[in-house]
């Protein structure tokens, strides 16, 4: 199965103007091919009897080369799988929109999603080193995997730079049987059926409450003016961090649930304890469950675990996990459940672990 890595690049100042000028390739060639296929597209529409072909990447790579290239001299001082790529990836976005999966591509702006790819001699040198075509060695501060590699993706956030690839691994088998049931929830990270409890980050609420008074102070700063960008790179180093921070638990916690269970259990949205009043807070939740149950997902398979998905409206959090009589209504304050029928009580998110749990055991 195919994995994928990103990490962080150390730079230095000459590799950063190479990253500026690749990826100014990358946007003009991308640009330059979607004004094209739009404008084929506008001549089908209105002449429908001398409908002209819609080219291919390679078609649009020919042409590039013929017409764009000897024209803006830059290009030969890129890779040239840059702008091969880029149309490549254009021409991906067209097949999305064409079987309606996404809307229409879009132009590409300078300072926004910066990105580029590189193919050809991709090699991983040592722990911390990676060659790439024509910018040559980059260092990376993490431990890179000891993989071969064809292609590899560098793209900017905030004011840093990371590469990304895609590795082929093998799948483990494991004879692993035990179930486990896991609620996610607000007030904790999540709780498992076997009655363990997973905080999660408490750290980034500290970032979260400075985020937001960056954010205020800078509500009266004149929008592109020097002290407003000063303020955006800050206020976006900040939401770099909160998110890395939730990352980095999800990583823990689902490498925790995938190596050690046989099967594991979960609900197909977070609703128990998910529906809070912020509105933000709600889909900053629901983002991370579609984080978690991505890492999950290929976790599973990597490890050799079974992942079992559990509908939204299965009531884990309304039925008693002792007697399995439901309940009509159960508020969200109330974090104790106590069953009328049988007198069992028991933690809220516990009883809806062990209820996850109880569907496949
Ligand atoms: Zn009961």
């Not at 254009?90 to 702006?109: E, H, I, M, N, Q």
């Not at 609420?205 to 400075?210: D, R, S, T």
């Not at 996990?321 to 969200?332: D, F, H, M, R, V």
């Amino acid at each position: 199965m195919l994995l994928g890595f990103k990490t962080e690049l150390k730079l230095n100042n000459q590799q950063r103007v190479k990253f500026a000028k690749h990826s100014g390739v990358a946007r003009h060639a991308w640009n330059w091919g979607l004004a094209l296929t739009k404008q084929i597209l506008e001549h089908n529409n209105a002449l429908p009897d001398s409908k002209i072909k819609f080219p291919t990447a390679i078609d649009l790579h020919k042409w590039l080369v013929a017409l764009v290239k000897p024209e803006n001299e830059w290009y030969y001082e890129c890779s040239k799988s840059t702008p091969q790529q880029a149309l490549m990836a254009l021409r991906d976005a067209w097949k999305d929109c064409f079987s309606k999966k996404k809307g229409v591509p879009r132009f590409k702006k300078k300072g926004r999603k910066d990105s580029f790819t590189l193919e050809g001699t991709v090699k991983i040198l040592g722990n911390n080193k990676i060659q790439v075509p024509c910018i040559g060695v980059l260092k990376t501060y993490e431990r890179l995997p000891q993989v071969l590699i064809k292609c590899c993706t560098i793209s900017r956030q905030a004011d840093k730079w990371f590469i990304s690839f895609r590795f082929d691994v093998e799948q483990q088998q494991s004879d692993k049987t035990s179930v486990v049931g896991v609620d996610l929830g607000v007030k904790n990270l999540c709780t498992l059926s076997t009655g363990e409890v997973i905080a999660g980050a408490k750290s980034y609420k500290k970032y979260e409450a400075k985020l937001s008074r960056m954010q205020w102070l800078n509500r009266h700063k004149i929008i592109g003016s020097a002290n407003w960008k000063k303020a955006q790179i800050l206020i976006a180093r900040l939401h770099r961090k909160i998110a890395n921070i939730r990352k980095d638990t999800l990583h823990k916690l689902t490498t925790l649930l995938a190596k050690n269970h046989g099967i594991v259990v979960i609900e197909d949205l977070n609703v128990s304890g998910m529906i809070a009043n912020h509105k933000l807070a709600k889909t900053i939740a629901d983002m991370s469950f579609f984080e978690f149950r991505r890492q999950l997902t290929y976790k599973c398979q990597l490890y050799g675990s079974k992942l079992v998905v559990v509908d939204r409206w299965f009531p884990s959090s309304k039925t008693c996990s002792n007697c399995g009589t439901k309940k009509e209504t159960l508020t969200l304050n109330e974090r104790v459940f106590e069953c009328g029928h049988c007198g069992f009580t028991i933690d809220r998110d516990l009883n809806a672990a062990i209820n996850l749990n109880k569907t496949v055991s």
